[in-house]
C-alpha cells in the first residue's frame, strides 16, 4: 500500500517533481503562441510553418498521451516519467538552437513525444506514490500549483521573447528538468501497475490508459496485474491514429497549392483513420477500445469536447498573432493581455465544480461554450491601436467565464458516464479529443479564411481573416452548446467525481487517474 506522507520531506519532494514535470508541458502549450510572430520572422517562414511550429508538437502529444500512460503502467510510472523529462528537455534544446523552420518542427515533434511520456506520469506517481489519507490533497495541490505555472505561462513566454529572444522560451525547459531529474531518482519511488509504491500489488493505480488499462479494468481484482504482463502494447493502433492525424493536418495545411500529392495524402489519412477503428474493433488490447462509446452520454460529451476545443484552439492560435500583428502588442503586452482566462480559471474552477455538483452538467456544458463563443465575437473589436481596457479586456472576461463554467462540469461528464475502473481511460480518451480537435482547427482555419502564406506579415490582410476566423470558432462553440444541451443528461447520484478540482489549462480539459469511487451529489 502506498505510504508516503504529504508533510513528510519526501513526500514535498515528490509533490515538487511531479510539478516541475507537468508544468513543463502545461508551459510549452501556453507560450509558445505569443513567440510565433517573432519566430517567423527570424527564421523567415511561411505561416504554414507556424502551423507546423505549434500542431507538431500537438500531432504526437495527442497521438501517444495513451500510450504513454499504459508504458508507466507497465515498464515503471518514475521510470518513464523521467525519460519524459530528459526527452522533452532534448528536444526544447534543439528547438531552442533550430537554424530553420524544419529543424524547429521536427525538434516539436519530439517535444510531443516527451510530453506523451511524462504529462500522464506525473499523476500517476501521485496516485502510486501517497498515503489514500493524503492523496486527494496532494492531487489538489498539484492541480493547483500547475494551474499557477499555467497562469504565469503567457507573461513569462512574453517577456521571454522581448527580452532574451524566443529560443529562451524552449531552452527554460532544459534547467528545470536539470532540477526535476535527479529529485525524481532520489526521491520518487519506483511503482508500476503490479507493484505500486509500498509493495501492494493489486487494482489500485495511476492513470489508466492505453491498452493494459483495458486489460486490468475489465475484471478488476488481483489477478490483473498478471493478466498485463502478458498483454501487449497497442502499438499499431497508437501509430494509425498518428499516422491519420499527421496526414489529414498536412492535407489542411497544404490545401492551397491545389497539388495531386494534397489530394493523395488526404485520402491517405483518411484511409488510416478507417484502418485505426477496423484495428481498434479488432485487437482483444486496443489502445481506445470502441465498447467504451456504447454509453451515449460518453460519446455525446466527447462531441461537446470536440467542438469546444476546436474553437478554443483556433483562437488562441490566432489571437496572440492578431494582438502583435494588427494591435500592435508586444510579445509581452500580447502575452499578459491574454492572461484573465487562465486566471479566472484558477481562482473559480472549484467553485465551478461545486455549482456543476448541484444543478447538473446540462446548464453549465450549455452555458459556457456560449459564453466562449461570446467572447470570441467581441474579438471582432479588435483592430489596429485596439484599447486593451474597451477592446480586449471584456472579450477575453467573456471567454475566461466561458471557460470556468465548462471545464469541470465537462471532466466531471467524462469520469462519471463509464465505468469506475474506466474513469483513467475515459480521462485520456477525453484529453486526447481535445487535442486533436485543437490540431485540426489550427491546420483548417487559415484555409477557410484565406491566408495567405505571408498574411501575418500584413495587418490588414491579417486582420480580415481573422474576423473571418472568429466567426468561424465561435460557431463550432455553438454546435457544442447545442450537442450539449440536446444531450447531456443528468448524472447518477453516486459516481466518479474529478479529483483535480483546480485546473487552469486553456488547450485541454484535465487528465484524472482511475481509483475509488466519489459521490458527485445531485447531477
Not at 114 to 121: H, K
Not at 139 to 162: K, M
Not at 245 to 253: C, F, K, M, P, S
Request: proline fraction near 6%; charged fraction near 15%; charge should be positive.
Amino acid at each position: 500500500m502506498p505510504d508516503v506522507r504529504l508533510a513528510s520531506p519526501r513526500g514535498k519532494w515528490i509533490l515538487l517533481t511531479t510539478v516541475l514535470g507537468s508544468s513543463m508541458a502545461l508551459l510549452d502549450s501556453t507560450v509558445v503562441n505569443v513567440a510565433l510572430p517573432r519566430i517567423g520572422r527570424d527564421l523567415d517562414a511561411e505561416l504554414s510553418a507556424l502551423q507546423w511550429t505549434v500542431n507538431a508538437y500537438m500531432l504526437t502529444l495527442a497521438g501517444l498521451i495513451l500510450l504513454g500512460g499504459s508504458l508507466g503502467d507497465r515498464y515503471g510510472r518514475r521510470k518513464v516519467f523521467v525519460i519524459g523529462v530528459v526527452w522533452f528537455a532534448v528536444a526544447s534544446l534543439l528547438c531552442g538552437l533550430a537554424p530553420t523552420a524544419e529543424v524547429l518542427i521536427a525538434a516539436r515533434a519530439l517535444q510531443g513525444i516527451g510530453g506523451a511520456l511524462l504529462t500522464p506520469g506525473s499523476l500517476a506517481l501521485i496516485q502510486a506514490s501517497f498515503h489514500p489519507d493524503d492523496r486527494g490533497r496532494a492531487v489538489g495541490l498539484w492541480s493547483g500549483f500547475g494551474g499557477v505555472g499555467a497562469a504565469v505561462g503567457p507573461f513569462l513566454g512574453g517577456w521571454l521573447v522581448d527580452g532574451p529572444g524566443w529560443r529562451w522560451v524552449f531552452l527554460i525547459n532544459v534547467p528545470l528538468a536539470a532540477l526535476c531529474v535527479p529529485v525524481a531518482l532520489r526521491h520518487v519511488p519506483e511503482s508500476s501497475a503490479g507493484v505500486p509504491a509500498g509493495g501492494r500489488s493489486g487494482s489500485e493505480s495511476g492513470v489508466r490508459s492505453g491498452a493494459d488499462s483495458v486489460t486490468r479494468t475489465a475484471v478488476p481484482g488481483s489477478g490483473a496485474a498478471a493478466r498485463e504482463a502478458r498483454g501487449h502494447f497497442d502499438v499499431l493502433g497508437a501509430a494509425l491514429g498518428a499516422l491519420s492525424l499527421a496526414l489529414v493536418t498536412y492535407a489542411l495545411i497544404e490545401a492551397a497549392e491545389g497539388s495531386l500529392v494534397v489530394v493523395v495524402t488526404a485520402v491517405a489519412g483518411v484511409a488510416a483513420g478507417v484502418a485505426f477503428v477496423v484495428v481498434e474493433r479488432r485487437r482483444p488490447d486496443p489502445m481506445m477500445p470502441p465498447d467504451i462509446f456504447a454509453s451515449r452520454q460518453f460519446t455525446a460529451v466527447n462531441l461537446v469536447t470536440l467542438c469546444v476545443y476546436a474553437g478554443l484552439g483556433g483562437y488562441f492560435f490566432l489571437s496572440a498573432l492578431q494582438l502583435q500583428v494588427v494591435a500592435g502588442y508586444s510579445a509581452l503586452g500580447a502575452g499578459t493581455a491574454l492572461l484573465p482566462p487562465t486566471v479566472l480559471m484558477l481562482l473559480l474552477s472549484a467553485r465551478s465544480g461545486e455549482l456543476a455538483d448541484r444543478i447538473g452538467p446540462r446548464v453549465p456544458l450549455t452555458v459556457g461554450p456560449l459564453l466562449c463563443a461570446a467572447g470570441m465575437l467581441l474579438m471582432l473589436r479588435v483592430g489596429p491601436d485596439a484599447s486593451y481596457p474597451a477592446d480586449v479586456l471584456p472579450a477575453v472576461l467573456v471567454l475566461g467565464c466561458g471557460l470556468v463554467t465548462l471545464v469541470a462540469p465537462l471532466t466531471a461528464t467524462v469520469l462519471a458516464s463509464v465505468d469506475v475502473t474506466r474513469a483513467g481511460l475515459a480521462s485520456g480518451i477525453n484529453n486526447a479529443a481535445a487535442r486533436a480537435a485543437g490540431l485540426v482547427a489550427v491546420a483548417a482555419l487559415p484555409l477557410l479564411t484565406g491566408m495567405g502564406a505571408e498574411a501575418y506579415r500584413s495587418p490588414d490582410a491579417f486582420d480580415t481573416s481573422f474576423d473571418r476566423a472568429m466567426w468561424l470558432c465561435a460557431g463550432a462553440l455553438v454546435a457544442g452548446a447545442v450537442v450539449a444541451f440536446t444531450t447531456v443528461r443528468h448524472l447518477p447520484p453516486d459516481c466518479r467525481r474529478p479529483e483535480c478540482t483546480t485546473h487552469a489549462s486553456v488547450v485541454s480539459p484535465p487528465l484524472e487517474a482511475g481509483g475509488s469511487r466519489k459521490r458527485l451529489g445531485k447531477g
